[in-house]
């Protein structure tokens, strides 16, 4: 399996990204006067994928946001590493796709965006894509627009936007949540190659148990509102994973604990 997986991605010319851990330091944010978070810390280390798992509200995208430089905080610190979010290369990949792509830009104009923001030449920007659109194995034309594709398909482009400037630290915030079960499996797949093969810190937030235990080497499990970390269910099944994982004691011991604090913090 490991062979294949290799095969498919082979070591990339390029340096590999920097793998930064994540430190939040007594971060507080309010709403309305009410605290979503109250002096919360908080360390993802290195070269970890991390899920994000807790009840409706409980402030996971309020807290990728803040993560991300997305969304202002009233205290605390943020930090990859020693260094403040503006200096990392970040990718990020929206819930909602159908708000995320720019409608009047091309699937691949999409796709280069952040490249072009980083001032890298048209000639690099088409390597780059056509590098993604090969590892990803896309079979669509990408000089559509967004409309004209499949959900799913508008999904993979956002990813592919969030991975082409080489990021050293991905967000995903629910990138299944509107996928059929296919296209879901496939993104999963896509995702795990990417990390085994990068080694970039991966932060996903799902409502699905299965996904997020699949992908992640730690589980963050939040309460509800003001929120702390509830506990971190370890997930230390070697990568790549596949369909035999599901079955393996270890997964099934890491979900049912996932879902015990999760049933404990819901029913609180
Ligand atoms: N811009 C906002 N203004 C007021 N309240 C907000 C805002 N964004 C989020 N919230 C509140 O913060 C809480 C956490 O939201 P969110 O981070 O979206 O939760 P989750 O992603 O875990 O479902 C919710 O109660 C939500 O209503
Ligand atoms: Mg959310």
Known sequence: MHASVEAIYPTPTTTAPRRPAVTVKGLSKFFGGQPLY??????????????????????????????????????????????????????????????????????????????????????QRRERVHELVEQFDVRFDLNRYPYEFSGGQQQLISILRALAPHPEVVFLDEPFSALDYEMTLFIREK????????????????????????????????????????????????????DATLHHPQFIAAKRRSLEVFQREVRR
């Open 191 to 242: 995702l795990q190659s990417v990390f085994v093969q990068s080694g970039v810190t991966m932060i996903l937030v799902s409502h699905d148990l299965e996904d997020a235990v699949y992908l992640a080497d730690r589980v963050l499990m939040l309460t509800r509102r003001p929120t702390r970390v509830a506990a971190v269910v370890p997930c230390e099944l070697p990568y790549p994973r596949t």
């Open 38 to 123: 109250d002096r919360f810390d908080l360390e993802i280390p290195a070269g970890s994928f991390t899920s994000i798992f807790g009840p409706n509200g409980c402030g996971k995208s309020t807290l990728i946001n803040m993560m991300a430089g997305l969304a202002p905080y009233d205290a605390g610190q943020i930090l990859f590493d020693e260094r403040d979010v503006r200096d990392v290369t970040i990718g990020y990949v929206f819930q909602n796709y159908r708000e995320a792509l720019f409608p009047w830009r091309r699937a691949f104009e999409n796709i280069e965006y952040p490249l072009k923001i980083q001032g890298m030449n048209t000639t």
